[in-house]
């Protein structure tokens, strides 16, 4: 037979199981509901959201323009990819970030499809419309004199007066002059300045001078080198311990002077990003008009070797092209492929969402029919 429970016992059991209660909930609410900020930020338990926004541009011209957020942070990395990309850029920012600040800059390389919205006119451009608090810039550019580019350098200037830390990507690297290899974004994640040779040697193609830099978030890298060509991708996998990444943003638009299996063999990425407008002739036309339309980016070489190690390919932008009688070819618009495209890394994992749609390359028209000859082994 069972003792019956004494009124006492009850009264402290009931008594302990409200203590027990009141605790559990208060720690439960320390660790899941707690806002995520800077200065709470246990490991492994919460990781701010990060959100990379690969733009498209406006018209019918390759060329970069990428926002990366995360907490406080709003990064624009480039912004061509012609001076009429400006307002679709200036509009996209405007929608996206809570004020009038970007904290960083990273401006790639002195070619137009990378930095035309940052020389603007030589007395306003991107870099004039927002305080800007820190700006990365190249460290190298066989670049001497034209009106893009003293426009640039009379930017750069204006904005440093009015107290934005300039610096380029070597001594970034090196950690000189106030400037840092990583810079803490906060919730786990970093950008880390990536050393190739050309930031201090000369090269004979500019797209070689291009800053390289990782974004770290725990175990997922997203990796950015602009248009580095294959010895110069050479160098960034001799000079750096590169890991397997989530995410890398294919080099040079998808040409084939970028992306070669030296890089891609080491960083075996399982998203890539291609800012480009596919099969536009803009690159691709010989000194009497005929088209090579393999050459058209993305080009039949690279998707070649990026198949290798993914078929998760998205691009942002599709070229609107004819065929005349004669046999010549023609560029007559554009429109989107994937059109912009975020990517979503957070406590749910990595996404990637177009604002046209999600379809993946190799399940495109286009893809279908000029890059039938693509084997996607994975």
């Known amino acids: 037979m069972n003792k019956p429970v004494s009124k006492l016992l009850l009264v402290f059991i009931s008594l302990f199981s409200l203590v027990i209660g009141f605790l559990s909930g208060a720690v439960a609410s320390l660790y899941f509901s707690y806002p995520l900020s800077d200065e709470f930020d246990p490991p492994s338990i919460i990781t701010g959201e990060l959100e990379i926004h690969f733009m498209e541009l406006g018209n019918d011209n390759s060329g970069d323009s990428i926002l990366i957020q995360i907490g406080n942070y709003d990064i624009l990395v480039d912004a061509g990819s012609k001076k009429s990309s400006y307002s679709t850029i200036k509009s996209y920012i405007d929608s996206h970030i809570e004020d009038t600040t970007l904290e960083y800059v990273i401006v790639t390389h002195a070619h137009e499809d990378h930095y035309a919205n940052f020389a603007g006119d030589g007395t306003t451009s991107l870099l004039t419309d927002y305080t800007i608090t820190n700006l990365i810039q190249f460290s190298n550019t066989n670049q001497t004199t034209g009106k893009m580019y003293n426009n640039y350098l009379a930017m750069v200037d204006k904005i440093e007066q009015t107290g934005t830390k300039v610096c380029n990507a070597l001594e970034a690297y090196n950690n000189e002059n106030g400037c840092s290899k990583n810079i803490d974004l906060g919730f786990d994640t970093e950008i880390e300045i990536l050393y190739q040779t050309y930031y201090e040697n000369k090269s004979g193609s500019e797209n070689n001078y291009s800053v390289c830099f990782m974004i770290n978030q725990g175990d997922n890298h997203f990796l950015f080198t602009g248009d580095l060509e294959e010895d110069g991708e050479e160098s960034l996998v001799a000079n750096n311990t590169l890991p397997r990444v989530t ?69 942002t932008t ?29 406590r749910s994992g990595v996404s990637v969402t177009g604002s046209n749609n999600n379809t993946l390359l190799k399940d495109t028209t286009w893809a279908n029919t000029y890059r039938s000859s693509v084997n996607w082994t994975k």
């Open 318 to 346: 599709l070229g609107i092209t004819s065929q005349n009688p004669d046999g010549t070819y023609e560029d007559i618009g554009h429109t989107s492929m994937n059109g912009d495209i975020l990517v979503l890394s957070n």
């Open 247 to 315: 995410l890398y943003k294919a080099g040079h638009h998808g040409s084939n002077t970028s992306s070669h299996d030296a890089l891609l063999d080491v960083i075996q990425p399982e998203i890539v990003v291609i800012t480009c407008v596919a099969g536009n002739f803009e690159y691709a036309k010989n000194e009497v008009g005929n088209v090579n339309i393999d050459g058209t980016f993305p080009t039949t070489p690279t998707l070649t070797r990026i198949a290798k190690h993914t078929s998760k390919v998205y691009v």
